[in-house]
């Protein structure tokens, strides 16, 4: 069976996942699977999800803040602001922070708010959630 390695790098940390069968990423133009083999590409990553199905079968999930994605036959280089994986996930925290979030999108003080970084938070937060009810799905 052939194979990919996938590395995730953030200001913080690094992540490397050898043995992946499969990857699917949040892009701004929809979903993109890649699997060994793949055409070279460079892509942006939206702020969304990230699904690793390793050789072994097991699936990892990941809430990505954004970025680009390098892939190469052999591997996938992705360099992005964040990365958890799920079981990095506090669920309550997500919930305050999109409960944060969409009540400074609704404010009537508008030109006060930086709507773009509200909406980035708002989609961080949903990212965090998605990942989180992923993972319970398949318990």
């Keep these: 069976m052939r194979v990919l390695e996938l590395r995730i790098v953030t200001p913080e940390k690094t992540v490397v996942v050898p043995e992946v069968r499969s990857v699917i990423i949040d892009c701004p133009d929809g979903k993109r699977g890649i699997l ?26 990941f809430a990505l803040g954004g970025g680009v994605a390098e892939v190469l036959p052999q591997n996938v280089v992705m360099v992005v602001n964040s990365a958890e994986e799920a079981y990095e996930i506090d669920i309550y925290r997500a919930k305050k922070a999109l409960q ?14 930086d709507v773009v970084r509200a909406q980035a938070s708002l989609m961080r937060a949903l990212a965090r959630l998605r990942v989180s009810e992923l993972v319970k799905r398949k318990e």
């Design 36 to 61: 060994p083999g793949h055409a070279p590409c460079l892509f942006e990553v939206a702020i969304g999800t990230l699904e690793c199905i390793l050789a072994s079968g097991e699936t990892r999930y």
């Design 100 to 113: 944060r979030a969409e009540k400074r999108l609704k404010e009537e003080r508008l030109p006060e708010i």
